[in-house]
């Protein structure tokens, strides 16, 4: 019988949503791209607040996409190394480059509600 004690269904259950999120991320970014151009280059976006709506995405996608022996890790090349501000959300990725992925890192978990209610916004425009 597995560990099933409070601690270890905690980890279980955060491994799914962040597992989870770099599907919504890649989701996310290809649903961007598709209506407004990609290119590989979100961060030439000509409007500041979809321009870091669409490089927040591209940088979760990435660090899922990309990752360091399977654990999700911040790929902040120089084009994406700035501070994305959406909405309540503030991401400075100036220091993330080759860091593990952590939600905190956004805010929290509800940093991604904010995020998927931008991106709906930005995509119904």
Known sequence: ???????HLES???N???ATLGVLAMAANGA?????GA???PHKDS???RRALRCIWHMIRC???HPSIGIPTWNCYKDYQDVFKVSSITLDTRALNGQTF???????WESIRVLLEETERILAS
């Open 63 to 65: 660090a899922f996409a």
């Open 1 to 7: 019988i597995p560990n099933t004690s409070t601690r």
């Open 12 to 14: 279980w259950a955060n």
């Open 16 to 18: 799914v949503m962040v």
């Open 39 to 41: 290119n590989g280059a």
């Open 102 to 108: 952590a939600i905190d890192h956004l805010g929290g």
């Open 47 to 49: 409007d500041p607040k």
């Open 32 to 36: 961007l791209n598709a209506k407004f």
